[in-house]
């Protein structure tokens, strides 16, 4: 079974550009996470989907931060404009939904470096 | 509002040793409570999860004991490996079957050779 593959692995852009990202979740995951990880800190949730709709988005800066996840397989999220602080890890996640005992499988994570 | 605390500094032990990690929480009540592995460049992996009303699970040489009344998980490695040198997180998941999670800080374990 293939893993979550996240794209870029590493960014590096000046503050005030764009930047976006992409997660394929492992086949017939229905939840998908958007977490990010400051260096040092545990993952934060930006934004959780449930097939191709919002669970929860109540950690996600929308006034520069959006996502989406059309068709309710692969997943985007995009930053923009960049500020100094989002520099961190993007780690995307997706979990099956048969119960609590399912976990979340995590991707390798896109680190991003705002210069 | 609702706080996770994991040992901040690095845990220092010696092969062969039981490493403990301690996990504390605040302000929540989570039906279950979760431990991930991350090693540098990767991100967390599953290792173990333990349900509210259980006291304690085992795996292999994994230990994790929850104590709803003291707010506390406790993460055991026993026989230590260097290859067990890693940084451990925990995630506490909601009662209301969101499972949206929230993760602790995560502490770093070095196994010394």
């Known amino acids: 079974e293939a893993g979550v593959a996240q794209s870029p692995r590493y960014k590096i852009i000046e503050k005030r550009q764009s930047v976006a990202f992409w997660c394929n979740p492992i086949?017939?995951?229905?939840?998908l996470y958007w977490y990010q990880q400051i260096l040092g800190q545990g993952p934060k949730l930006l934004i959780q989907?449930?097939?191709?709709?919002?669970?929860?988005d109540s950690q996600l800066p929308k006034d520069r931060f959006s996502a989406e996840r059309l068709k309710g397989v692969d997943s985007t999220l995009k930053i923009q404009p960049a500020k100094l602080e989002d520099s961190a890890v993007y780690l995307c996640a997706s979990r099956n939904n048969r119960g609590p005992q399912d976990t979340q499988y995590f991707g390798p994570g896109t680190r991003l470096t705002v210069l | 509002s609702q706080k996770i605390e994991q040992n901040s500094e690095a845990l220092n032990i010696q092969e062969g040793k039981t490493a403990t990690l301690t996990c504390n929480y605040t302000?929540?009540?989570?039906?279950?409570l979760q431990w991930y592995r991350q090693d540098p460049g990767r991100g967390p992996v599953f290792l173990l999860l333990?349900?509210?009303?259980?006291k304690e699970k085992r795996k292999e040489r994994l230990k994790v004991t929850f104590d709803t009344t003291l707010k506390q998980s406790l993460f055991h490695i026993t026989a230590s490996q260097p290859a067990d040198s890693a940084t451990y997180l925990c995630a506490l998941g909601p009662p209301s079957g969101t499972y949206k999670y929230i993760f602790g800080t995560g502490t770093r374990l070095k196994v010394l050779a």
């Open positions: 333990i349900r509210e009303n259980e």
């Open positions: 302000n929540y009540s989570p039906a279950y």
């Open positions: 086949s017939g995951h229905a939840t």
């Open positions: 989907f449930q097939n191709n709709g919002v669970v929860d």
